[in-house]
């Protein structure tokens, strides 16, 4: 059985196909990740020589398509995305220069079988270009913050997003040269030209379990950008920001047509969120979301210890990866391997955006007035919850 696997099998929708009936899967399907238009989300097909070198240089590839309906006024704006996960590639003992190297080399074979498919926004995980190293609390992982306009992982995307005509979302460990070497969470927005559009920085910072964060970096100070591209209005939601109902609002407030969510999370502390939290907002703010999990197991040289009264251990957890895309109307794509590393492709259909807006008319029923009076009070040092006390306790 592979390690990360689950039950032997790479993802929920796998373990399923084989123990349940083709005509009672439908209906499962059906429930657990909705229609699309009416029908169930379907695949790409894509030229099997993509599919062999997948196969070949042992990569998950999975596809899917959401449509939305036909309009006389407008035509179909349909966008080709993609989304990466992928493990480390050595040893986090081995030298920094050495590991850096072997992640992009790796990540760079699916980008650029991304870029052969016709992948026009791709998205990397969070902090892709370097092991998730915060929970060791040790600040020589810091060496691999780099600057978000000229860093070697930086423009190594750039090259691919100029080769390949795309928009790619690099999300690294910055180094702010220009604010006395200060280090952010940060995703670089790289256009289809190789220019920085960009970069947003982390909002929320997680201080729970192994994720000592606040020992790199503090919450970001960019706001929530939205970013117009060649492709469509884009933004970034990194990691834990997804657990925070009204960041992921912010962004579609500035009109976010799709939100990236570049991650690494680990099984047992959110593995059951994962499915829903993503899929939550695309609903609630009429916009597609993209979620991007890291994927392994990394085993750091020294112990740490997580402040729980557990034992010291050399590492995180297993990051569970299982990436997936979730439309406006409730549906959402299959998930990629738990255990491996993966490029998910996928059609959208922008238009489903407005179209599912004015369906539900959440913009319009909205009470913004009513919550902002709320929150202003709220953040008041004599503030006091609108409780009504039953008179007869």
Request: net charge negative; hydrophobic share 40%.
């Amino acid at each position: 059985m592979a390690e990360g696997s689950l039950a032997g099998f790479a993802t929920l929708e796998e373990l399923m196909e084989e123990y349940m009936p083709p005509e009672k899967l439908q209906h499962a399907r059906r429930v657990l990740y909705g229609l699309n238009v009416g029908e169930l989300v379907k695949g790409i097909d894509l030229d099997p020589v993509l599919c062999g070198r997948a196969l070949e240089l042992d990569f998950d590839l999975r596809t899917a398509a959401f449509r939305a309906a036909p309009e006389q006024m407008r035509p179909p704006r349909v966008v080709r995305i993609g989304l990466i996960q992928n493990k480390i590639v050595l040893p986090t003992d081995a030298p920094f220069t050495e590991q850096a190297k072997a992640i992009r080399e790796r990540v760079g074979q699916m980008l650029e079988t991304a870029g052969q498919a016709g992948v026009k926004v791709v998205c990397l995980q969070e902090a892709w270009h370097m092991p998730f190293a915060f929970c060791t609390r040790e600040k020589h992982w810091c060496e691999f913050a780099e600057s978000a306009e000229n860093g070697e992982s930086v423009s190594f995307c750039q090259t691919a997003a100029k080769r390949w005509g795309m928009v790619v979302i690099c999300p690294i460990l910055e180094r702010d040269a220009a604010h006395n070497d200060t280090v952010w969470n940060t995703a670089v927005v790289i256009g289809h030209n190789g220019n920085i559009i960009g970069k947003h920085r982390k909002n929320h910072i997680p201080r729970v379990g192994d994720f000592n964060e606040s020992t790199y970096y503090m919450e970001g100070n960019t706001g929530h950008p939205v970013f117009e591209t060649a492709f469509g209005r884009i933004a970034i939601n990194i990691c834990y920001g997804r657990h925070h109902p009204m960041n992921w609002q912010a962004f579609g407030m500035n009109g976010a047509e799709l939100v990236f969510n570049p991650a690494a999370t680990v099984g047992d502390l959110s593995e059951p969120l994962w499915p829903v939290e993503a899929r939550n907002a695309a609903i609630a703010n009429s916009y597609f979301v993209a979620a991007i999990n890291r994927v392994g197991t990394e085993v750091f040289p020294r112990e740490f210890t997580s402040g729980d009264g557990k034992p010291a251990h050399k590492d995180f957890g297993h990051f569970y990866g299982s990436s997936y895309v979730a439309a406006p109307d409730g549906s959402r794509s299959p998930s990629l391997a738990r255990h491996k590393d993966g490029l998910m492709v996928a059609d959208i259909d922008l238009n489903l955006c407005r179209q599912t807006k004015d369906k539900w008319g959440f913009q319009m029923t909205a009470r913004y007035e009513m919550y902002a009076e709320f929150f202003n009070r709220f953040v008041q040092p004599d503030f006091k919850p609108q409780v009504i006390r039953d008179s007869t306790l």
